[in-house]
């Protein structure tokens, strides 16, 4: 089943702070963010693969709760390059399998 | 070097034709992918192989048929096309190995937007 992503999109100014939240009805296994630019692929932020996990890569962090099958995108001080579309995918094991969120649409204004 | 590559970038056809996209990787990976994006943006998968092996054949009507000659390529044919094949395929890539307990990284080719008239 589809991860459910919120918000659905999000407008900012440049230097504000935004949360990107990714629940999923079943276990998730391991979380995978990507961001994909329009007309552009998507490109690969991070992967989650334990609870409790943080990770960052710059301004960009991302928590995963296994128990509340959650995880959440932290995007700080945010800069125009951070707009895009971003997806969070859930991963199973053995297939290498997949399966995006919805996707959610930010925009990062001057 | 291109990691993922896919050819056309874009493909105008008619409905009722037969059309083909290939991708090929330079990373070395195990396992290729192709996704659909629709208009929407949802970004679906399709079909993955592992070493020239299908593993994953998601509901997709039969007229799509993925080949794999070597773990390096894959390819994607469709017969028939349909105004509902309208999308951007996407060809990725990861190092995924059968049995393994997690799902590795994927890298996405640049897309084919194909467009059905």
């Known amino acids: 089943q589809q991860p459910v992503q919120s918000p659905q999109a999000v407008i900012l100014r440049e230097g504000e702070d935004a949360v990107i939240n990714c629940s999923s009805s079943k276990a998730l296994y391991s979380v995978h963010w990507y961001r994909q630019k329009h007309g552009e692929a998507p490109v690969f932020l991070m992967i989650?693969?334990?609870?409790?996990e943080q990770k960052g890569h710059e301004k960009i962090s991302a928590s995963f709760n296994e128990k509340k099958q959650q995880s959440s995108l932290y995007l700080t001080a945010s800069q125009l390059s951070y707009s895009g579309t971003y997806f969070c995918?859930?991963?199973?094991?053995?297939?290498?399998?997949?399966?995006f969120g919805q996707g959610t649409t930010l925009q990062v204004k001057p | 070097d291109t990691a993922v590559s896919q050819t056309p970038k874009y493909l105008v056809t008619q409905m009722g034709n037969d059309k083909s996209i290939k991708c090929e990787q330079n990373l070395g990976h195990d396992t290729m992918y192709w996704y659909k994006q629709d208009s929407k943006k949802f970004l679906k998968i399709m079909f993955s192989?592992?070493?020239?092996?299908?593993?994953i054949n998601e509901t997709v009507p039969n007229r799509f048929s993925p080949k794999s000659p070597d773990k390096a390529h894959l390819n994607l044919h469709i017969n028939s096309l349909e105004l509902g094949d309208s999308a951007v395929y996407f060809c990725?890539?990861?190092?995924?190995?059968?049995?393994?307990?997690?799902?590795?990284?994927?890298?996405f080719g640049p897309g084919t937007r194909l467009t059905v008239l």
């Open positions: 989650l693969l334990k609870g409790g």
């Open positions: 990725a890539s990861s190092q995924d190995r059968r049995g393994s307990l997690t799902t590795d990284t994927q890298y």
């Open positions: 192989y592992n070493n020239k092996e299908l593993i």
């Open positions: 995918g859930s991963g199973s094991g053995n297939t290498g399998k997949l399966i």
